[in-house]
């Protein structure tokens, strides 16, 4: 069944453009993080997302079908353009923080990817299979740490309890959804996010009560990231550093 | 220092049918997430499909000063080396 | 060479007649090529000085992740991205490489870090410069990286057997470094009018800091003899350099740069090239901490270490009760 095209690039630019933000910021830690361990690892984590990114806006812009690279997407577009979700534009915060914000990312991905691996759409399931195996790895490891810090001394404990209380309003954006999800529904290609919660919410609320953690009581979700109506103030700022050489010499191979 | 993580030995499996080889070592909390730093330093650009860790302490090893004793004797075992023996060509390879 | 003017715990060197049974048989294992290893006995000298050089060249891999690490997030494509961050995170191997290798030594990772951070140990000073343009990435790649790896190749057969080890797996990592650095400010030197300009600011602005990286003149290099002896160092600091100036002047002809030193000029005679000294009041003003970097390297390492502490204690923390409660299961 034909796709509408539009929808197909939009759900595409939402896949790319939360790998491309996020893996952007865990690139922050690059030489800063608390051991060199852990340093080492971020790098892999972040080097897989762009990796991600290559894949999910070079299948973008070929359906897109305007002769743009995934590069052109990912330095030319202001951020209005932007369709990630808001979780993964927040600021690092402290390592517990960043740490949180992989887990609750990677595990919503961890339930998609292996949704997305039976897409309709043969390059969709493609990429996904090969993210899976980078996603199931990725999880592991943010649990793991996730487990550890929340279950560690009492300033760990406070301090991802902290980090939860502010990043947990941004999860449900993840579970949006609208028009083009149900074009992609009905074509086969995604999953209705919606029907996602559910698995999410088991595997989420495993690790954190492993973690000792309490998962706020609010349900209240701030969304605007992945319809692109409204990104956070820290968006415009990341985008600035990210696409400054482009922007400033433009038409140049690097 | 006593909040120092602990030291691990990291052994690799380079390929299947391989010995795990001694690759180097790191730091960690525990066991688990020894291996999974020794997956992240170690296997960068896919030198393994196998890891081992061991916790450094728990490791023994020989003395320098027992090599004489421990490795010597076996040198004069020349026996124990296939080439040590002659066969004759007709019978083909042994 | 990450390593630079390392004291060596000794002055002068022992002759034969000065040194026990046990300092004989030790300097004949080395005069033989014989590997050392953490377990054999070694003079307590010996044992102080590769714990200082081993310590200072792991500083330097860790301390060198920020001048690069400045433009990861600013990096032009994606594919620049990744290779610079895959590039950088090998620096933090490579330190994590040569902790392991002194801490055979003795000496925890920890330790060494309270030092470097009590400002009682060094790193090299060309990350005491800072990168101020794109070009300066492949610069930082190909020259520096570069300087590095003719020193790494030569201690590859240093005398001490880790120390030795870790050199060999980081030389095999480091060829990917010179290569891609070189490969991105070939993209610079041919590109725009503009991005030929930033090539050039950056190999005038880097090659003198890069042939510092050696350490001074042999003539003022007085702790060499005795590391030499102990094959701690392989070959003098005037050699390396005149090595690598040897392989970059025509690799910096090729990108159509302007040489950095008027005085470069092939020298028939001696078959190497001639070249200028580097301001060594510079180096020495550097090495004591007034590079244009000192004090902000010192304190994004600082920080990352104390902002740190909790999540090393909680990890920890968290182990130990895991460990704890397994004990008490059994």
Redesign the interface.
């Known amino acids: 069944m034909a796709v509408d095209k539009d929808k197909l690039l939009q759900f595409l630019l939402r896949q790319g453009d939360n790998t491309l933000i996020l893996g952007h910021r865990v690139s922050e830690w690059c030489g800063h993080s608390p051991i060199l361990e852990e340093d080492i690892a971020l790098a892999n984590t972040a080097l897989d997302l762009i990796g991600q990114t290559q894949m999910w806006l070079g299948y973008a812009a070929e359906v897109q079908g305007e002769g743009k690279s995934a590069d052109d997407l990912a330095f030319l577009r202001d951020a209005w353009d932007f369709r990630n979700v808001l979780l993964t534009e927040l600021p690092n915060g402290d390592f517990g923080q960043t740490l949180l914000r992989q887990f609750l990312f990677d595990a919503f991905q961890s339930v998609l990817m292996g949704r997305l691996m039976k897409s309709s759409d043969e390059t969709v399931a493609a990429i996904a299979a090969k993210a899976s195996k980078e996603v199931a790895y990725h999880v592991e490891r943010s649990a793991d740490t996730v487990v550890g810090l929340g279950d560690g001394t009492e300033e760990s404990h406070n301090r991802m309890q902290a980090a939860l209380e502010y990043l947990w309003p941004y999860v449900g954006e993840m579970f949006e959804s609208d028009d083009i999800d149900a074009a992609m529904a009905e074509a086969g290609i995604a999953p209705d996010p919606a029907g996602l919660r559910e698995e999410y919410d088991a595997l989420v609320g495993k690790v954190l009560t492993e973690a000792t953690l309490d998962i706020p009581a609010a349900k209240y979700a701030h969304k605007g990231g992945r319809t692109g109506y409204m990104h956070t103030e820290h968006l415009g700022h990341l985008l600035a550093t990210m696409q400054w050489l482009q922007r400033a010499y433009p038409g140049c191979e690097w | 220092m006593k909040n120092e993580w602990p030291l691990w030995e990291i052994f690799i499996r380079g390929q299947h049918g391989m010995s795990h080889r001694h690759v180097g070592s790191l730091h960690a909390p525990d066991a688990d997430m020894a291996i999974k730093n020794a997956r992240d330093v170690y296997t960068r650009r896919n030198e393994g499909v196998s890891i081992w860790v061991v916790e450094a302490k728990h490791i023994s090893a020989t003395a320098p000063g027992e090599k004489g004793p421990l490795f010597e004797p076996s040198e004069s075992k020349v026996y124990r080396h296939p080439t040590f023996f002659d066969i004759p060509e007709e019978v083909g390879h042994m | 060479m990450y390593a630079q003017m390392i004291k060596t715990a000794r002055s002068g060197v022992k002759t034969r007649e000065e040194m026990n049974d046990q300092e004989r048989e030790f300097q004949d294992k080395i005069d033989n090529d014989i590997k050392i290893?953490p377990?054999?006995?070694m003079p307590d000298d010996y044992r102080r000085t590769l714990i200082r050089q081993i310590g200072q060249h792991a500083h330097s891999e860790?301390v060198g992740?920020?001048p690069e690490?400045n433009w990861?997030?600013?990096?032009?494509?994606?594919?620049?991205?990744?290779i610079l961050?895959?590039k950088?995170?090998?620096e933090?191997?490579h330190?994590?490489?040569l902790?392991?290798a002194a801490?055979t030594l003795g000496e925890?990772?920890?330790?060494l870090v309270r030092l470097l951070h009590e400002g009682r140990m060094k790193y090299s000073s060309i990350f005491n410069y800072p990168t101020l343009n794109?070009a300066d990435i492949g610069a930082v790649g190909w020259l520096v990286d570069g300087a590095a790896i003719v020193n790494q190749v030569a201690l590859q057969r240093t005398s001490y057997g880790p120390y030795s080890r870790?050199m060999i797996?980081i030389c095999k990592?480091e060829s990917f470094h010179a290569r891609q650095g070189y490969h991105?400010i070939m993209?610079m030197a041919f590109?725009?009018p503009?991005?030929k300009k930033q090539a050039q600011d950056a190999v005038n602005r880097l090659w003198f800091p890069a042939i510092m990286m050696f350490g001074p003149t042999d003539a003022d290099s007085t702790n060499s003899d005795q590391s030499m002896a102990w094959k701690i160092k392989v070959k003098s600091n005037d050699e390396l350099r005149q090595q690598f100036v040897d392989q970059t002047v025509p690799q910096i002809e090729y990108l159509g740069l302007d040489l950095p030193d008027p005085n470069i000029k092939w020298n028939e005679e001696r078959g190497h090239y001639d070249f200028s000294d580097p301001n060594w009041d510079e180096f020495f003003n550097v090495i004591k901490g007034n590079g244009p970097c000192n004090v902000d390297r010192m304190k994004?390492r600082v920080?990352?270490?104390e902002?740190?502490?909790?999540?090393?204690?909680?990890?920890?923390?968290?182990?130990r009760?895991?460990?704890a409660a397994k004990v008490a299961a059994e």
């Not at chain 3, 600013?74 to 990744?82: H, M, N, V």
């Open positions: 290893e377990r054999d006995w860790v992740q920020l690490g990861i997030t600013r990096a032009p494509t994606l594919e620049r991205k990744a961050l895959a950088v995170q090998d933090a191997g330190g994590l490489y902790y392991s801490e925890s990772r920890d330790e794109w870790a797996r990592e991105a993209k590109g725009t503009e991005q994004d920080n990352a270490w902002d740190g502490q909790w999540v090393r204690d909680g990890l920890l923390a968290h182990a009760k895991k460990a």
